[in-house]
């Protein structure tokens, strides 16, 4: 059976309803590249991946979110080490 692959998730934030909800809107500058945090409390989102570009020079920013492995898919790797034991 096929592992799971990393991929990428789509979601879309508006800044005015993240503003709305009491996160702060940060930016940084890395090795000459802007980018968007939000931040609440401890939980911090950076959207360091331009997306496209817009013709008034704005930006469409996202992020990579890795998916954290399911019981299930741990349920199938253990099965499998077990297997190549026997």
């Known amino acids: 059976m096929e592992q799971p692959r990393s991929w990428l998730v789509k979601n879309l934030s508006l800044l005015s309803t993240v503003l709305r909800n009491d996160w702060e809107l940060l930016t940084e500058t890395r090795n000459n590249v802007k980018i968007l945090k939000i931040k609440k409390v ?17 930006y469409l920013m996202g992020m ?4 954290s492995k399911s019981e299930e898919t741990k ?8 297997q190549k034991l026997k």
Do not use: H, L, R, W
């Not at 989102?45 to 704005?58: C, L, M, P, R």
């Not at 349920?75 to 077990?82: A, I």
């Open 42 to 58: 401890d939980i911090e989102y950076e959207f360091d991946q331009k997306v496209s570009k817009n013709a008034n020079g704005g």
């Open 64 to 67: 990579q979110i890795e998916p």
């Open 75 to 82: 349920k199938m790797e253990n099965e499998e080490k077990t």
